[in-house]
């Protein structure tokens, strides 16, 4: 499979189900984590009015190399993204001054066009490159890319949940990886479907179809929101919207390596009397079941990765 220097005119509503803090995280220094807060311009044709609709939106990404400054986010936050003069999307990081960078620019862009990850979710990554001022205190998190088994990870977004306020750092949360992402009910358990079956169908529907558009299932890493018990928890932290490209991190030998980044989550279609978890009054954005990462490991993926390196790419690899 080929990879291009990408241009996008696309622009973002990101699929509708994609993960955009980590709701119920802990904040912590955005420089731990070198992750990064990227606003992302974007603009919709209205064919009724023959205009265009402009917007902006708000991914995360995760910093993997500083000369010259790389970073890594989801392929999909670029749907119907403005491009400028050169075809690049526009965007600008908005916690440069909080993470030690006084001046960016993007100069390269590698990504899969939308349409084809609308197809293969596992192609849900893109890698940017920055001509930037930086200092010292910048630092790169390299991936981790021969692992056969994750068990744990800590995920980290500057998404934002129903009452969460706008900082300068994100939030992160320890989580289990699922042992397997084909088996539903380690997602929604029995019990569940028992009590509502058309709403566990609608849930077990949406599932499915992540699986239809994967071309290989070890492509992705997924967490539930089930507690000990298996009951499902509104309070574990999940990745919401905001949280896409944010890095999925190991801690190995002292430092953070990144196994993955935050794609796509799924969420209920309407709440049910039966199920207790329901009874708070807050919007169904609260209520994720599922959340998907991209692994960096996989074949697709790293040659995406070897393609920008040849241009250019700082990557660093552990």
Known sequence: MKYNLV???????????????????????AKTVSTVNLNIKHQHYLRSSN?????????????VGTNPLTLI???????????????????????????GISQHKLIK??????????????????VLIFEASIDETVVAIPIKNNIDYVENVYLC??????????????????????????????????????????????????????QE?????????????LDDKGKYSET?????????????????NGRYCVVAISSYVERFYNKSVFWKFFNRDTPL??????????????PEIQKLLDSAIKEGADIQFN
């Open 285 to 298: 954005s609260e209520y994720p079941y599922i959340a998907y990462g991209i692994r960096l490991g996989e």
């Open 7 to 29: 241009i996008f005119f696309a622009a973002i509503l990101v699929i509708s189900n994609s993960a955009k803090a980590i709701i119920h995280g802990e904040s912590i220094n």
């Open 109 to 126: 862009a590698f990504l899969k066009p939308y349409e084809d990850v609308e197809k293969n979710v596992g192609l849900d990554i893109a």
């Open 51 to 63: 205009l265009w609709d402009k917007y902006e939106s708000n991914c995360s990404a995760v910093i």
């Open 213 to 225: 558009i994967t071309n290989s299932a070890n492509t992705l890493l997924a967490v539930n929101r």
């Open 73 to 99: 986010t989801a392929s999909h936050c670029f749907k119907e993204a403005s491009v400028d003069s050169l075809q690049l999307p526009i965007l600008n990081i908005e916690n440069a001054e909080d993470l």
């Open 236 to 252: 574990l932290p999940m990745p919401t919207f905001g949280d896409s490209g944010g890095p999925w991190l190991i801690h190995e």
């Open 157 to 210: 977004g500057f998404g934002l949940g129903y009452l969460d306020k706008k900082g300068p750092n994100p939030k992160c949360g320890n989580r289990k990886i699922l042992k397997s992402v084909n088996d539903f009910y380690q997602i929604l358990p029995e019990s569940y479907e028992i009590s509502d079956q058309m709403l566990h169908i609608k849930a077990r529907a949406q599932f499915n179809h992540k």
